[in-house]
Nanobody, 118 residues
């Protein structure tokens, strides 16, 4: 699946951003979807993940550092996965990557820069 992120930018501490990732090329709803981030000198880390379940079978997980501030969601009809980020902190600054995975397949977007600074 091809993935294209959008929505990054510069925001002040305490502000909000919404990242979106549009998928195309395959049936989107077969994939678990996730957001990762990577800052200079650091390894890429998992920020949030959402499985293919619907309703009560949908499972979302978050890194401890973003729990209560970030929300991941997916729209199957539009093949979009979003990450709502609230109460942003300088340490949230990074390149954010969209990920789609199923079995041994991992597809990545090109990344979008998020900078939190006053």
């Amino acid at each position: 699946v091809q993935l294209v992120e959008s929505g990054g930018g510069l925001v002040q501490p305490g502000g909000s951003l919404r990242l979106s990732c549009a998928g195309s090329g395959r049936v989107f709803d077969y994939y678990n979807l996730a957001w990762y981030r990577q800052s200079p000198g650091s390894q890429r880390e998992l920020v949030a993940e959402i499985n293919t379940g619907v309703g009560s079978r949908q499972v979302k997980s978050y890194a401890e550092s973003v729990k209560g501030r970030f929300t991941i969601s997916r729209e199957e009809s539009n093949e979009i996965v979003s990450l709502q980020m609230n109460d942003l902190k300088p340490e949230d600054s990074a390149v954010y990557y969209c990920n789609a995975n199923v079995g041994g397949i991992n597809d990545w977007g090109q990344g979008t820069q998020v900078t939190v600074s006053s």
